[in-house]
């Protein structure tokens, strides 16, 4: 009998990785009782029509990665019902939000989630058919002042101190404004005038998106299709002034603050009911499935599924691209010395150790290979132990000038002796 495994894009999480995962949430829960947040539940299955009305027919979520099934009856009083496992949780709050009538309140609702969430997507790394996700919603009626653009900054705000909370380093908020219900018709018209005449070159995905869903165009990778991408029409020329006016007063609040953002015009993202404000934060390790988390502002979701009006912003973060950040820097910090010292020659052991010295007391971790060895065996063993090796020999020691070499990006430079502290510190 052939053993049986866990289904392709799924995976069993063990210890002791299970700390590191409970970690991320433990800080998660901490850092948004802070704001003020609460944790909501929601069932993972909902009534498929849910995710077509809120994220919509035509998105790629909707349209090719749900797992959808059909639910019999068990007795004559139900009926047969599309039910579907959640690609995502912001359709399933704003549904409790609407069924339990919390905006009779008159409150802002601050509710947050952890749990796995369905996609069937091509697996890859960072991407899973099971992932797991935190999030939070800030919805509520416009008399809870849900609409202002500080809710966007404080979101927003809230985000960039969990990640520092969390130790992750190196992250980018990409922001944009996507402009209301009414911008983004006038916006869509004058992309498919646009590339009317000039579809035909793109690859065939563009092709079909054209079509059906001009905005993701904007967001494509290829290569090939980047020139005629990049001459299209941008959001930010047909935004109404009142769209315009709030992007300004999120990035003038985020200039307060201190929070650090690049306004990117392509950042459309891959679910129809944002409008105004979307974002994601970025990490360069994260290679091509860099996108931490996402998020915006969807003014009109409570209203598509049925609800009252409730505008809302919110994000969701890929819990398992936190723990593969975090488990990458980990790795350089704890097995990775800073530089790998090759003398070249035995004679010049003594000198090597001086050197090593004064880079340790400069803040360096540093191994302190042997002149005994040959330049190629050096290479190995500083390959295996440090980011960059230091080599001289009789000449540089004298001249002051000595080599380093970056093993990730092989770059080769020569560095003065008393920069070279500085020099080794840059990543
Ligand atoms: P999303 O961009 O589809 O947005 O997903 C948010 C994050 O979930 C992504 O940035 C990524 O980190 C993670 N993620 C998505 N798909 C996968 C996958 N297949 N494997 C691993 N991680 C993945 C949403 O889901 C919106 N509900 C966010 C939101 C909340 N907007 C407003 N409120």
């Not at 498929?48 to 019999?72: C, H, N, P």
């Not at 952890?114 to 091509?122: L, M, V």
Request: hydrophobic share 40%; aromatic share 8%.
């Amino acid at each position: 009998m052939s053993t049986l495994k866990a289904v392709r894009g799924t995976r069993d999480l063990l210890p002791p990785e299970t700390e590191l995962w409970n970690f991320v949430e433990e800080t998660a829960r901490r850092v948004f009782a802070g704001y003020n947040f609460g944790e909501i539940r929601t069932p993972i299955f909902e009534d498929t029509q849910l995710f077509a009305r809120g994220v919509g027919e035509e998105t790629d979520i909707v349209s090719k990665e749900m797992y959808t099934w059909e639910d019999r009856a068990r007795a004559q009083s139900e009926k047969a019902q599309s039910l579907t496992l959640r690609p995502e949780n912001t359709a399933g709050v704003v549904r409790a939000y609407i069924e339990h009538k919390l905006g009779e309140t008159g409150l802002l609702q601050k509710l947050y989630y952890i749990g796995p969430q369905f996609r069937r997507e091509r697996p890859q790394k960072g991407r899973y058919r099971q992932f797991w996700q935190i999030g939070a919603e800030v919805i509520g009626p416009p008399s809870a002042g849900a609409e202002s653009p500080l809710r966007d900054a404080e979101v927003l705000e809230m985000l960039a101190t969990f990640l520092d909370e969390l130790g992750i380093t190196g992250w980018r908020l990409e922001i944009n404004s996507v402009g209301s219900a009414t911008d983004r018709p006038r916006y869509i018209a004058a992309l498919r005038e646009a590339l009317a005449p000039v579809k035909h070159l793109m690859c065939e995905d563009n092709q079909r998106r054209a079509e059906t869903n001009p905005l993701r165009v904007l967001d494509s990778k290829d290569p090939n299709d980047q020139e005629i991408i990049d001459k299209l029409p941008k959001i930010a020329d047909y935004l109404d002034e009142v769209s315009k006016a709030h992007f300004a007063a999120v990035l003038a609040a985020l200039d307060a603050c201190g929070v650090e953002y690049e306004v990117n015009p392509r950042l459309v993202r891959g679910l129809d009911y944002y409008t105004r404000t979307t974002f994601e934060f970025t990490h360069g390790g994260l290679g091509a499935q860099n996108a931490l988390l996402g998020g915006g502002r969807y003014d009109g979701l409570s209203e598509a599924i049925g609800g009252p009006k409730a505008p809302g912003i919110g994000f969701a973060m890929g819990e398992d691209r936190l723990i593969l950040t975090l488990e990458a820097q980990a790795a350089k910090q704890t097995s990775f010395a800073d530089a790998y010292l090759a003398p070249m020659g035995e004679t010049l052991n003594p000198a090597a150790l001086e050197l090593a010295r004064e880079l340790r007391r400069g803040g360096l971790r540093v191994e302190l290979g042997d002149g005994a060895f040959r330049l190629k065996k050096s290479f190995e063993m500083g390959n295996k132990l440090a980011r960059k090796i230091v080599l001289f020999g009789e000449d540089e020691l004298q001249s002051g000038i000595l080599t380093v070499k970056d093993f990730a990006s092989g770059e080769q430079v020569k560095v003065p002796r008393a920069e070279l502290v500085a020099a080794l510190k840059q990543n």
